[in-house]
């Protein structure tokens, strides 16, 4: 019994590559949509996109095509072919306004972006992208029944903008670039102010500013010395406690005992 189910496995199995062999061969759309469909249905998406491919030119304004090419975007999701789910859903909520999956296409085409989106030490433009698509369907979509992820998604995506917008500010501290390390600073506070970084921030501006002053020519000392001294007390306003303090108030009294040579 068990070598006949066995051997009834296998002829099925014969039978259904042979049926996707031939559908893949036909000239007959509608074969291949009927076929394109039960792999669909059978999880086999890289199969169903195959033949989703063949037919989609000639799908365009049909009855059917409202199906298969919402079918076709959720292959391609499925398989993890991000940019083109993306594209394909886009594409689908352009064209079927009106469609009942149209929320559900709006936020999957959505998402696709977000798995776009790279570390966050490399180019963020993705991370961007995803962002703005997301916004989008949370403003078109307010009361939406993927409203609670998509505003986790976008919640994640600025979080890693925040740290590669802090860590590039940074670099200018690491690389001695004293005046564009404040500049990127500043920056950084006003485009992201409840950031959880702030207290490194406004550190790293004030050790900027630090090393600016006494490095300084003597012309340009006294002015930097007291912009430092003021760096220092927004340091101190934010978190009088700060992990620097003990660090901070050594580069201060630096800044009060170089600055006595300007009052004789």
Known sequence: MKKFLALFAVIIFLSSCSDYQKALKSEDVAVKFASATKMYDAKKYGKAIRLFEQIAPAYKGKPQAERMFYMYAQALYKTKQYYLSGYQFESFSAS???????????????K???FLSPVYSLDQTDTYKAVDKLQNYIDTYPEGKNLAEANLLVKNLREKLEKKAYENAKIYNTISDY?????AFDNFMINFPGTVYKEKAL??????????AINSIPSK???RLETAKVAYSSLIKFKADTQYKSKADEMLARIDSDLKQFTK
């Not at 079927?96 to 296409?105: D, G």
């Not at 005046?179 to 500049?183: D, S």
């Not at 550190?203 to 600016?212: I, V």
């Open 96 to 110: 079927y306004p009106k469609s009942e999956k149209i929320e559900e296409a709006s936020f999957l085409g959505s």
């Open 203 to 212: 550190y790293y501006k004030f050790d900027s500013a630090y090393l600016l």
């Open 112 to 114: 696709s972006f977000t």
């Open 221 to 223: 000392m006294k002015e």
């Open 179 to 183: 005046k564009a390390a404040m500049v």
